[in-house]
């Protein structure tokens, strides 16, 4: 089975610095996706970005980046110019290409405090 | 108006009781997931559905059941409910293979006491 390691429970970062999340997965497929998403207090689930394992080239979406080492399993989000609104809990989460089911596997989480 | 909701958003109830907790869905999406969120833990599945005839276990089914009403509904139940039971719980949707999106629903905070 799939596995997500989020080993950084609490991270913090100043308002306009740049911050770094990491995950780590584990799976014997070649073909995959990646996903972050974001739960703010409101405790919505937002999608932040996506990363196909197909792809060599990172993803990027406005300040959000991602560093993807498919030999090493890795797969970091990048926040740059850090926002008070980016406090949130940050899941990483996989899901297989071929499976039918499409289910995600979710990390354990990193909540990301944004200080002045 | 929301694309995924859920019924209800809190609630309270008391060990041994059932209780139900609802979703719909506004997307025309065939998959539908029922996820469990406790801190520390993430998210984890219960459920999924790929259509009205078509229910599937997650990894974390037991003290659970499902019913997919129609394409647009997909319910959870507890049958019993217990206080290790108390989270939060997701509905989400999806399109279909590859990297769609999974919608999810605002939550329904559950408390057994």
């Known amino acids: 089975a799939q596995t997500v390691t989020q080993s950084q429970p609490e991270m913090s970062v100043q308002e306009a610095e740049t911050v770094t999340l990491s995950c780590t997965y584990d799976?014997?497929?070649?073909?995959?996706?990646l996903f972050w998403y974001k739960q703010p207090p409101s405790r919505q689930m937002i999608l932040v970005i996506r990363q196909e394992a197909y792809k060599q080239q990172n993803a990027t979406e406005n300040r959000f980046s991602v560093n993807f080492q498919k030999a090493a399993k890795s797969f970091s989000l990048k926040i740059s110019d850090s926002q008070l609104g980016d406090a949130a809990m940050y899941f990483c989460?996989?899901?297989?290409?071929?499976?039918?089911?499409?289910?995600?596997?979710f990390g354990t989480g990193t909540r990301l405090q944004v200080t002045l | 108006d929301a694309d995924v909701t859920q019924t209800p958003r809190n609630r309270i109830t008391k060990t041994g009781k059932r209780i139900m907790l609802e979703c719909s869905q506004t997307?025309?999406?065939?998959?539908m997931y029922w996820y469990r969120q406790d801190p520390g833990l993430g998210l984890r599945l219960i459920y999924y559905?790929?259509?009205?005839?078509?229910?599937n276990k997650g990894e974390i089914s037991d003290g659970y059941s499902v019913s997919r009403q129609a394409q647009a509904k997909f319910s959870l139940s507890l049958e019993s409910a217990i206080p290790n039971q108390t989270a939060l719980y997701f509905c989400?949707?999806?399109?279909?293979?590859?990297?769609?999106?999974?919608?999810f629903g605002p939550g329904t905070r559950l408390t057994v006491t």
């Open positions: 997307k025309g999406h065939d998959r």
């Open positions: 559905s790929f259509d009205v005839k078509d229910i």
């Open positions: 799976t014997s497929e070649s073909d995959y996706y």
């Open positions: 989460a996989y899901r297989d290409y071929t499976g039918t089911a499409s289910k995600l596997t």
């Open positions: 989400a949707t999806s399109e279909g293979r590859g990297n769609y999106e999974q919608y």
